[in-house]
């Protein structure tokens, strides 16, 4: 069965200090790892992906397969930054499921 | 360039209606999911998709039914609402090739 797990329900920071948002899941396959990010009065949307190893605003996130775990990194935080983060499984194949973690609210103080 | 469009942003309804949300999407994709989102609950995983009349169960699916006739058209129904169904339901859709999903409004429904 595919599962994420969040730690932390909130994670309070300031300004300039670095982040780490944590996500560890279980699934069987390969799976692929997602973090995706609801601002204020916005929709979700995608922030990053596993597959392509890219840094967006500044956030980075590593696969760790022998540890189960994809935390988010950002080595300054801004109070942009501010929103629910969601980490994310897809599954492999035809009929490829989408889990979500129960979210991290991260408040990034002045 | 709005891509995935719930017909309500809110709906308030009462115990025992038979409520129906639809989802639209203007990508071609042919998965398709409902979750409710719940405070502490993160983002709960009704059903899903993955062709024309094709559906599978997600982790709640108890008390919901969902109908995917059209490629970009997934309605999820309620066949008696109840009033621990109030919660705010969203919609997605998924591109296959990138596996990104994208994410409707939401529908926040409130049963009274």
């Known amino acids: 069965a595919q599962r994420v797990t969040q730690p932390e329900k909130l994670l309070s920071v300031f300004k300039g200090a670095p982040v780490e948002l944590k996500c560890n899941y279980s699934y069987s396959g390969s799976p692929e790892l997602f973090w995706y990010v609801q601002y204020s009065r916005q929709r979700l949307q995608l922030l990053l992906r596993h597959i392509s190893r890219e840094s967006i605003k500044g956030f980075t996130a590593d696969l760790n397969k022998g540890e189960t775990s994809f935390h988010l990194k950002k080595p300054f935080a801004q109070e942009e930054d501010s929103a629910m983060y969601y980490c994310?499984?897809?599954?492999?194949?035809?009929?490829?499921?989408?889990?979500f973690g129960p979210g991290t609210r991260l408040s990034v103080l002045p | 360039d709005v891509k995935v469009t719930q017909s309500s942003r809110y709906l308030v309804k009462r115990t025992g209606e038979k409520v129906f949300l639809e989802c639209v999407q203007d990508m071609d994709h042919e998965n398709m999911f409902w979750y409710r989102q719940d405070p502490g609950l993160g983002l709960r995983l009704i059903y899903f998709?993955?062709?024309?009349?094709?559906?599978e169960k997600g982790d709640i699916p108890e008390g919901y039914s969902v109908s995917r006739e059209k490629k970009e058209r997934f309605s999820l129904i309620l066949e008696s609402a109840s009033t621990n169904q109030t919660s705010m339901y969203l919609c997605a859709s998924l591109n296959r090739d990138t596996t990104e999903a994208f994410f409707g409004q939401g529908t926040r429904l409130t049963v009274v």
């Open positions: 998709s993955y062709d024309v009349k094709m559906k």
């Open positions: 994310a499984l897809s599954g492999s194949g035809y009929g490829q499921n989408f889990v």
